[in-house]
């Protein structure tokens, strides 16, 4: 009878609206997985003996070397931004993050125009220097040149998870350290790479799925791997069961990499759990120290930013007059208007769902919370198959309806619409949105809401007069998160694009694999200029949000 009571006190509207949304998020996944039992065919069989070594192999490599190299890269650079202080410190602080804002596949493109034969580093060494160079050293089209693309633009994943977490550090352990008379290197190994486990753990994990997502770097570089598998299954063959094996396999180094993620962050707690703490107090470095640490900070920023803008700017201003035309106001508006519709669904799923997971206490609210974010560990391409299964039930379902409109329609409508898409874009971004939500009302805590509810106001009219405005600023930082996203979004958007249908992403895809490299610069422009004015404005909501 209790449980009766406690199960009728938990239905109400919100418990309504996340179950039909998280159900949605289930269902395209799990089509995967029913038709994992088909019989192999043919195509399966081949790939099985012949191809399957070589793309795991791949795709490992790939993993490796990036998630590797972005935690060399990301921990030291947030150890030497958090820890001391030098000249232009503050500028790195923020700028190091801008790599970010550059697409794994735009960089690839600028680093191979820059570095190939006829690109400008080599004609400089030839017709100035009369230098003849091995083009051993300046082949990005490789398995290393790819893990360079990676770790060049994903490395700030791991930078900003592991200088946000150093940051809340209290100066107790470091100081200590220094006053048993330890080197800042012993310090490095010693303290901060055990305590920061738990943040680099994190933020490499989000290299390496980034990795596995990518579709862009791999085939314009001709490395096999397991999303360029499904791609040329898909297109080359329209094999759909081999498709959905390869997904299934997909998935499945997915979820052991989670369970690896999970079991090496473990239960073991870093950091202080009283809010007495000393704030670190950066060391301010003298001499060669001072230049070094510049240095490094240079280089890494013009590698990962300084280079692909400038040499994107060079193609633009060379190609400018024949591209720039009312062709690219419509693919930016486009662009913009998908964005801008599914960032808007989003935000409205993510606060109906994060509000439930808080006034809920079962142990439905948690499952909701951690099926929300399962979307974002999934590759583009392996959602994009679900999705377009149960879209093609969906359709064969509702055709007697569509034929009581139009009884020459044909079977497929919704596959062959800008909804799927947009659909296939809530199920990748939904946690985006979900986690800044979340952190929001935990931020708040439930002392305001309670006294709503106390002073007799509805479960509903508190949320919108008490709670909305509260989180105000969380929502802002998800909606333009989720928003960059879509528009730099590459192997959904080609798998599931209605015909003739472009976004910025997909225009410099196929300016880009068709050898024209120069009218790639402009939808690339735009795009990392969005990227950086929602940098500028997610750094100014955080900063209004602490002070």
């Known amino acids: 009878m209790t449980r009766l009571r406690n199960l009728k006190a938990n239905i109400n509207i919100w418990w309504l609206l996340s179950t039909c949304f998280v159900c949605l998020i289930i269902i395209p996944n799990m089509s995967i997985f029913i038709n994992i039992f088909n019989a192999p065919n043919d195509h399966f069989r081949h790939i099985q003996k012949y191809l399957l070594k070589n793309y795991l192999s791949n795709t490992t490599i790939l993993m490796m070397g990036a998630g590797l190299l972005s935690i060399a890269i990301g921990v030291s650079?947030?150890?030497?931004?958090?820890?001391?202080?030098?000249?232009?410190?503050?500028?790195?602080?923020?700028?190091?993050?801008?790599?970010?804002?550059?697409?794994?596949?735009?960089?690839?493109?600028?680093?191979?125009?820059?570095?190939?034969?006829?690109?400008?580093?080599?004609?400089?060494?030839?017709?100035?220097?009369?230098?003849?160079?091995?083009?051993?050293?300046?082949?990005?089209?490789?398995?290393?040149?790819?893990?360079?693309?990676?770790?060049?633009?994903?490395?700030?994943?791991?930078?900003?998870?592991?200088?946000?977490?150093?940051?809340?550090?209290?100066?107790?352990?470091?100081?200590?350290?220094?006053?048993?008379?330890?080197?800042?290197?012993?310090?490095?190994?010693?303290?901060?790479?055990?305590?920061?486990?738990?943040?680099?753990?994190?933020?490499?994990?989000?290299?390496?799925?980034?990795?596995?997502?990518?579709?862009?770097?791999?085939?314009?570089?001709?490395?096999?791997?397991?999303?360029?598998?499904?791609?040329?299954?898909?297109?080359?063959?329209?094999?759909?069961?081999?498709?959905?094996?390869?997904?299934?396999?997909?998935?499945?180094?997915?979820?052991?990499?989670?369970?690896?993620?999970?079991?090496?962050?473990?239960?073991?707690?870093?950091?202080?759990?009283?809010?007495?703490?000393q704030p670190l107090q950066p060391l301010k470095l003298n001499g060669w120290k001072k230049h070094l640490a510049m240095v490094v900070c240079i280089l890494i920023f013009t590698l990962g930013f300084f280079i692909p803008l400038l040499q994107l700017i060079y193609w633009m201003a060379i190609s400018y007059k024949n591209n720039v035309n009312i062709q690219v106001l419509k693919l930016s508006s486009t662009s913009f208007l998908v964005a801008f519709v599914t960032a808007s669904i989003i935000i409205v799923i993510a606060t109906i769902i994060a509000n439930y997971s808080r006034i809920s206490k079962g142990l439905l609210s948690k499952i909701y919370g951690r099926i929300t974010v399962l979307g974002y560990s999934i590759p583009g391409a392996v959602i994009a198959i679900g999705v377009m299964i149960f879209f093609i039930g969906l359709d064969r379902t509702l055709y007697g309806v569509y034929t009581w409109f139009n009884p020459t329609t044909s079977k497929l409508i919704l596959t062959t619409s800008i909804v799927m898409l947009i659909f296939a874009y809530i199920i990748r971004f939904l946690a985006i949105g979900f986690n800044p939500i979340e952190s929001g009302f935990d931020k708040i805590g439930k002392t305001f809401h309670e006294a709503s509810r106390v002073l007799g106001k509805r479960m509903t009219t508190t949320f919108f007069k008490v709670d909305m405005k509260m989180i105000q600023p969380a929502i802002i930082s998800g909606f333009i998160l989720i928003f960059v996203d879509v528009l730099k979004e590459l192997p959904l958007t080609l798998l599931l694009r209605p015909f003739n249908f472009n976004t910025l992403a997909t225009k410099t895809y196929e300016y880009a694999n068709d050898e024209m490299i120069h009218e790639a610069a402009i939808p690339s422009l735009i795009i990392i200029g969005i990227g950086m004015l929602a940098m500028l404005i997610l750094n100014k909501v955080s900063t209004k949000e602490v002070s």
């Not at 993050?97 to 820059?114: E, K, M, Q, R, S």
């Not at 791991?158 to 330890?182: D, M």
């Not at 010693?190 to 085939?219: F, H, M, Q, W």
Request: proline share 3%; aromatic share 16%; with cysteine.
């Open 77 to 277: 650079l947030a150890w030497v931004v958090t820890m001391f202080d030098f000249p232009m410190k503050r500028f790195f602080r923020w700028a190091l993050v801008l790599p970010l804002t550059i697409p794994t596949y735009i960089g690839a493109y600028t680093y191979h125009g820059l570095l190939n034969y006829t690109g400008l580093v080599q004609r400089f060494l030839r017709n100035q220097l009369g230098l003849q160079v091995n083009q051993v050293y300046f082949n990005m089209m490789s398995i290393n040149g790819a893990i360079f693309i990676f770790t060049i633009f994903l490395y700030p994943y791991v930078f900003i998870i592991t200088k946000s977490f150093l940051e809340k550090q209290s100066a107790s352990l470091i100081e200590t350290s220094r006053l048993l008379g330890k080197s800042h290197f012993v310090i490095f190994i010693k303290v901060i790479l055990p305590i920061c486990r738990g943040a680099i753990i994190g933020g490499t994990s989000l290299v390496v799925l980034e990795v596995l997502n990518d579709y862009g770097v791999a085939n314009y570089y001709g490395i096999p791997t397991f999303s360029i598998a499904i791609f040329k299954t898909w297109f080359g063959m329209g094999d759909l069961d081999t498709v959905v094996k390869l997904s299934a396999i997909l998935m499945l180094i997915i979820f052991v990499l989670l369970y690896v993620e999970k079991l090496l962050r473990g239960r073991k707690r870093y950091s202080y759990t009283t809010s007495k703490i």
